[in-house]
């Protein structure tokens, strides 16, 4: 299985999840979110394991969120056209951005953000 991180140098929770994962031994390539944000494919596959909130993958704290109307224009939006959005601008998407794929590229994973007790669930068997 191969993990990937899509990351931004200066966030603080990017920087804990690459510390964790180098902490237990846990393999991954690290992608710059900005300039290769996830593609449309790898978005679905996130949104789908967060009950098809395209919201959840937003960083609603961000100055592009904010600037961009996204609090007022998500409920507007349908789920395609958010996950676009998403696709077009890498400081939309909360993170880091975390996908776990088969040795065949298969999207086995995905999902957002810090927090320890979800990283050691979802990459239990890595190490």
């Known amino acids: 299985m191969k993990l990937t991180l899509y990351v931004l140098k200066t966030c603080t929770s990017c920087r804990k999840a690459k510390s964790w994962c180098e902490e237990q031994g846990i393999e991954?390539?690290?992608?710059a979110i900005r300039e290769t944000p996830?593609?449309?494919?790898d978005l679905q596959a996130a949104c789908d394991r967060v009950g098809g909130e395209a919201r959840k993958l937003f960083n609603t704290?961000?100055?592009d969120y904010r600037s961009g109307g996204y609090k007022d224009?998500?409920?507007e939006m349908s789920t395609a056209e958010a996950l676009a959005e998403l696709a077009e601008n890498g400081n939309l998407i909360k993170r880091p951005f975390a996908l776990l794929r088969s040795d065949?590229?298969?999207t086995l994973d995905a999902w957002v953000g810090f927090?320890?007790?979800?990283y050691e669930e979802k990459l239990k068997h890595q190490a």
């Open 104 to 106: 065949k590229e298969q």
């Open 28 to 31: 991954f390539s690290e992608i």
């Open 115 to 118: 927090k320890e007790a979800v």
């Open 61 to 63: 704290s961000g100055q």
């Open 38 to 41: 996830p593609s449309l494919a």
């Open 73 to 75: 224009r998500l409920s």
